[in-house]
C-alpha cells in the first residue's frame, strides 16, 4: 500500500530552469513532510521539510507548497542546476503509536542538463 | 566525522548464508532506523529503535533481527540469505521519532 505517490519519475531540466516534482498522500494523520535529497552511492539526506500549518517553507532556491485540503505537496528547485541532479524522494511522518517513522514516494531522478 | 557509520560499504555473499551490517551513530540520538532501498530506489521502513526498545517491526522475514547493544548502535543480522535480499540498506537516525533522520551511505547487499 503505497500512502505517498510521488510524480514524475524522471525529470531532465535545463539548466536555470525550474524543477518541480509532486507529491500526494492518504493518511491524514501525517503531519510532517521532508523532502531527501540523495546522490549515488550516497544515503538520502534531507533537503527541507514542513509542517501543515503552512503553505509555503522556502530554503535558498528550493521552495516546498504544500496543500492540505488537496493533501499534496510539492518541491521547487529554482535556478536549477548541474550539481542538483539527483534524486529526490518526498516522505510523510505520523505520530500515530506504532507508525513513528517516514513513508517514502517512490522517488524522482532529477537531470538538470548544462 | 561521519554521523551516521555503516559497515561493511558492500557485501557479496552466497544465498543461505548469515551474514550482520553494523550501524553507529556519533549524533547522541535516541531513535535509529533500518530502510531497505530495492532496485528500483524505493525506500522502505525495516526497523524502528528508541532508547534501545524495538518501536517498529513492518512486516519483515523473521530470518531479519535487529540488534541494538546501546543507544548509538542498531546492528541488522540476516539469516540464510536469499536472492530477494539483495538490496542497499540503509541506517538512520534522529533525535526522537518526530525529529530529522540522518541516514548512513548504505549497505550494499548482493546475493549470489
Known amino acids: 500500500q503505497q500512502q505517498v505517490k510521488q510524480s514524475p519519475q524522471s525529470l531532465i531540466v535545463q539548466k536555470g530552469g525550474i524543477s518541480i516534482i509532486n507529491c500526494a498522500y492518504e493518511?491524514?494523520?501525517?503531519?510532517?513532510f521532508p523532502w531527501y535529497q540523495q546522490f549515488p552511492g550516497k544515503g538520502p539526506a534531507l533537503l527541507i521539510a514542513i509542517r501543515p500549518d503552512v503553505s509555503e517553507k522556502k530554503e535558498g532556491r528550493f521552495t516546498i507548497s504544500f496543500n492540505k485540503s488537496a493533501k499534496q505537496f510539492s518541491l521547487h528547485i529554482m535556478d536549477s542546476q548541474p550539481g542538483d541532479s539527483a534524486t529526490y524522494f518526498c516522505a510523510a511522518f505520523t505520530r500515530d503509536t506504532g507508525r513513528r517513522a517516514l513513508t517514502f514516494g517512490s522517488g524522482t531522478r532529477l537531470q538538470v542538463q548544462p | 566525522d561521519t554521523a551516521v557509520s555503516q559497515t561493511p560499504k558492500y557485501l557479496v555473499t552466497q544465498m543461505g548464508n548469515d551474514k550482520s551490517i553494523k550501524c553507529e551513530q556519533n549524533?547522541?540520538?535516541?531513535?535509529m532506523y533500518w530502510y531497505k532501498q530495492d532496485s528500483k530506489k524505493f525506500l522502505k521502513i525495516m526497523f524502528s529503535y528508541n532508547n534501545k526498545e524495538l518501536i517498529i517491526n513492518e512486516t519483515v522475514p523473521n530470518r531479519f533481527s535487529p540488534k541494538s547493544p546501546d543507544k548509538a548502535h542498531l546492528n541488522l543480522h540476516i539469516n540464510s540469505l536469499e536472492l530477494g535480499d539483495s538490496a542497499v540498506y540503509f541506517c538512520?537516525?534522529?533525535?526522537?521519532?518526530?525529529?530529522?533522520?540522518?541516514f548512513g551511505d548504505g549497505t550494499r547487499l548482493s546475493i549470489l
Open positions: 538512520a537516525s534522529s533525535s526522537r521519532p518526530h525529529q530529522p533522520q540522518h
Open positions: 549524533l547522541g540520538h535516541d531513535t
Open positions: 493518511n491524514t494523520a501525517f503531519d510532517y
